[in-house]
């Protein structure tokens, strides 16, 4: 009799090593550190973005007010100005453009913020620069409008130098009471201003009134005794170095001449105009005061 069989059993192969575990957890590793690099370089990112924008904000503040002091000086400084701002916004883009997730959404709004304001303050500075160029042609219409008054001006300058020059070689010259003592005269307001022109003497013009009281002309005083306007006649009395001297029935446009003892040449009245109980006139002194004989 044959003994049982016995039954087989089949012992399995050694397992080979599990590599997959180690390649999981080492790529999960990598991965947390990726995003641990990430974070820490959008928090940069984040940080260094805010920076800028108030950089940006500081620069334009300061930028806009300079440009209402020197328009022109301003101006170019902030093209530049804009011009570096343009290479900032493009390396913030180049930034965003690098990070991922919700940190590239926040780099790309701020991004978006940072372009409203570099067109908010493009706009601002065009219009600050169409304002420079409006002032500029205001002000060029204004100097030729002074050009033109200045022009004017000349020309009347010139005509009224002529004019006077005409007065000046017109004027009469006329004997007054003093011997060998011929002056120029002045017969009205024009050819006073003409004998002022010349410079040789000083004119003090006066309007007097008959009264009991003298009037005082420059450093003399004077007194209108008699007027007689239908003959063009009048009376007067002069008081000067404390002596006073009556000039009787004298007529208009005629010098009266009398010397003081401040001045070595004579002093001149001349009457333009007589009217009822008053005259009016000049009174001609020298320019130069000193004693006569005097050195």
């Avoid at 590599?19 to 974070?39: C, D, E, F, H, R």
């Avoid at 940190?103 to 706009?123: F, N, S, T």
């Avoid at 002022?196 to 004119?203: H, K, M």
């Amino acid at each position: 009799m044959s003994s049982p069989q016995q039954p087989t059993y089949i012992i399995p192969p050694p397992s080979a090593p599990n590599w997959k575990t180690p390649v999981l957890v080492g790529a999960l590793v990598l991965l947390g550190a990726s995003n641990i690099y990430q974070y820490v370089q959008l928090d940069r990112v984040r940080t260094d973005t805010t920076s800028e924008m108030k950089k940006l904000n500081d620069t334009f503040t300061g930028t806009l007010a300079q440009m209402r002091l020197d328009s022109s000086e301003e101006v170019q400084r902030s093209r530049r100005t804009m011009a570096d701002l343009q290479n900032r916004l493009a390396d913030q883009r180049r930034a965003a453009a690098m990070a991922v997730g919700q940190a590239k959404i926040d780099a790309e709004q701020k991004v978006e913020k940072l372009q409203a304001k570099v067109d908010q303050e493009a706009a601002a500075q065009q219009k600050a620069i169409s304002e420079v160029k409006q002032t500029a042609d205001t002000a060029t219409t204004q100097v030729a409008a002074v050009n033109t008054d200045v022009t004017n001006v000349k020309t009347d300058l010139g005509n009224t130098k002529s004019q006077l020059e005409s007065t000046i070689a017109n004027l009469k010259r006329a004997q007054g009471d003093l011997d060998s003592h011929s002056s120029l005269i002045a017969t009205n307001s024009t050819e006073l201003k003409a004998l002022r022109e010349l410079g040789e003497r000083n004119y003090t013009e006066f309007n007097i009134t008959k009264g009991k009281q003298f009037t005082r002309v420059a450093d003399v005083m004077v007194e209108l005794k008699k007027a007689d306007p239908k003959h063009n006649r009048f009376t007067i009395a002069i008081t000067a170095d404390d002596i006073t001297v009556d000039k009787k029935d004298r007529n208009t446009n005629e010098p009266i001449q009398f010397l003081t003892k401040k001045a070595a040449q004579p002093y001149e009245i001349v009457v333009n105009k007589v009217s009822k109980d008053q005259i009016a006139g000049y009174l001609a002194t020298p320019k130069v005061s000193r004693a006569r004989g005097g050195s």
